[in-house]
């Protein structure tokens, strides 16, 4: 897949079917636009182009309110459109001065004159240019005036629930993880590097690895104790993963991220790890002392152990 971060006219498309938005979380909505998009640029030997943005424009537009939490980092967002079959992706620097062209200037100067689209595919309530004015019947009547296709694909739902990222957003500060898979078609990723911690784990019997996001504006859930399944290097291993201020054993208030990895003994600090948050197990807690933590912890690992036991 081809990644495309500034237009400029060395950069030739093949007659491009192209789709555009922020496509956060690639959920089941957008796989759906996407997958049309692609089998028809391969039937028809053309070039099957996502357009978005970076970084978000709620960031550039509205930097001192910012509070979007993005339920994918670009690299994870990258990997999921490339799975998909895409063969380009342009990631258009967002701006001041380029949220301001209307939608008429946005297709006229970049989507026609410096891609050449020749067909695009859309979402059902898709707007776009200056304060998202441009809405589907305007996309229509430009793509008459300058030669180009454009189709609209309905609402995906699952159940009676359409499928948007807030909604994923929204499930996921819940905790309600499964629920935002459902929607995303795959589990929720949270990323880093293994840290040192204070080891409290160890001297209680469950070592686990602290995790230093690697993207300080990615979402993560509410504080709470989950099922979690690790990826570090070639070794796949299932855990619990706590997320919050451990009350029990430190009094600072700062939000950690860590794993009690099921039966592992490797060293792992300095190492990239990838953890599917899959189940939230409980609420964090303060226990009376050590004995309670660790008794309780005993009772995460069998939930956790039954719910990998019985999922598929």
């Known amino acids: 897949m081809r990644i495309v971060r500034q237009l400029n006219p060395e950069i030739k ?13 690639v959920h089941l909505g957008h796989q759906e636009i996407i997958r049309s998009l692609v089998e028809k640029a391969k039937r028809e ?9 970076e970084p978000h424009p709620r960031k550039v537009l509205y930097p001192e309110s910012y509070s979007v939490k993005l339920i994918d980092t670009v690299d994870e ?16 620097p967002f701006t001041k001065e380029f949220s301001r062209l209307s939608a008429m200037e946005f297709v006229r100067d970049v989507l026609v004159n410096q891609i050449g689209v020749s067909e695009m595919h859309i979402g059902h309530d898709h707007h776009f240019g200056k304060n998202r004015e441009g809405s589907f019947q305007e996309l229509q009547e430009l793509g008459e005036l300058y030669a180009f296709e454009v189709f609209q694909l309905p609402a995906i739902a699952v159940g009676e629930i359409t499928i948007s990222s807030t909604k994923i957003r929204n499930a996921i500060l819940e905790g309600n993880v499964d629920y935002a898979a459902e929607l995303m078609g795959s589990p929720f990723v949270i990323q880093g590097k293994v840290v040192k911690g204070q080891q409290i784990g160890r001297t209680i019997g469950f070592p686990t690895a602290n995790i230093d996001l690697e993207n300080t504006e990615k979402i993560f859930p509410k504080n709470g104790v989950y099922a979690a399944k690790a990826y570090l290097d070639d070794a796949v291993v299932f855990g619990v993963m706590n997320i919050g201020t451990r009350p029990t054993v430190a009094n600072n208030g700062q939000i950690t991220i860590e794993i009690y990895l099921f039966d592992f003994n490797r060293e792992i600090y300095d190492r990239q790890i990838k953890v ?34 019985l999922y598929k």
Do not use: C, W
């Open 45 to 53: 030997n053309k070039e099957s182009v996502l357009f978005t943005f």
């Open 77 to 92: 967002k990258l990997a999921k459109l490339e799975n998909l079959g895409l063969d380009t992706v342009i990631l258009f």
């Open 13 to 25: 498309f093949n007659n491009p079917i192209l789709t555009l938005g922020t496509y956060d979380g």
């Open 276 to 309: 599917e948050v899959m189940q939230h197990i409980r609420d964090e807690k303060r226990f009376e002392n050590i004995e309670d933590l660790k008794h309780q912890i005993q009772l995460d690992e069998i939930t956790a152990r039954t719910y990998f036991s």
